[in-house]
């Protein structure tokens, strides 16, 4: 069945690092791609999304590019800060008649340091 | 901006004991969702509810589990009876309209924790 994979965490990075996430999919279609934020204490928040091969996503100085030939959507900063601490999850959804039933990875938690 | 309220913040029970977890939509939404995520798991889709009916439920949303909208704003999820293995994070979501998430984004609450003990 369709599945999402996503880099163990935590990950540890001092402020101004450079950030990857790995998120690799399973898809038996054409799967949306979006990446989901937790902040300690809250609810999930959409931090953005893709649609199709080769679009990039881009939200708050994150950055994520749908790669069908490698069936990855990793998601990058190049400047992490102390309030990007958080929980990241990578999702996919299809079109199955159903609604937005989304597929979660099991999220990387990601721990800035100043 | 409109958000996603769940009550309670963490709910703890009895093994046995029924259980209802309340959220509120946002108000112009149609489309309501419950999720849960087992401490260190992923998080899992439950339900799809819309027009007072259930749209699609996974192979977890087994006869122990029902949802409700029993007024204009509230949308519930019961568990009758509740297992240990119940225990964890439900997420409630809503969404304006169907499609494929990138048309409807979900929101979704600070989710309800529960116990079972």
């Known amino acids: 069945g369709d599945s999402v994979t996503q880099m163990e965490g935590p990950v540890t990075l001092s402020e101004e690092a450079f950030l990857t996430i790995n998120c690799t999919y399973t898809?038996?279609?054409?799967?949306?791609l979006f990446w989901y934020v937790q902040y300690p204490g809250e609810g999930l928040q959409l931090l953005l999304k893709a649609t199709k091969a080769d679009d990039k996503g881009s939200n708050k100085g994150f950055e994520a590019t749908y790669r069908k030939e490698t069936t990855s959507f990793h998601l990058e900063k190049g400047s992490v800060q102390v309030s990007d601490s958080a929980v990241y999850f990578c999702a996919l959804s299809m079109f199955s008649g159903g609604y937005n039933k989304l597929i979660f990875g099991a999220g990387t938690r990601l721990a800035v340091h100043p | 901006e409109p958000e996603v309220t769940q009550t309670p913040s963490h709910q703890v029970t009895q093994m046995g004991q029924e259980v209802i977890l309340r959220c509120v939509p946002i108000?112009?939404?149609?489309?309501f969702y419950w999720y849960r995520q087992i401490l260190g798991q992923k998080v899992e889709f439950l339900v799809s509810?819309?027009?007072?009916?259930?749209?699609?439920k996974s192979e977890i949303f087994d006869d122990q589990f029902s949802v409700e909208r029993p007024d204009g704003s509230n949308f519930t999820l019961k568990i009758r009876s509740t297992k240990l293995e119940d225990s964890a994070m439900y997420f409630c979501?809503?969404?304006?309209?169907?499609?494929?998430?990138?048309?409807?984004?979900?929101?979704f609450g600070n989710g309800t924790r529960l116990t079972v003990t």
């Open positions: 108000s112009n939404h149609l489309y």
């Open positions: 509810f819309y027009n007072n009916e259930i749209s699609e």
């Open positions: 979501a809503s969404s304006a309209d169907r499609g494929r998430g990138y048309n409807s984004p979900l929101h």
């Open positions: 898809a038996t279609g054409y799967p949306s």
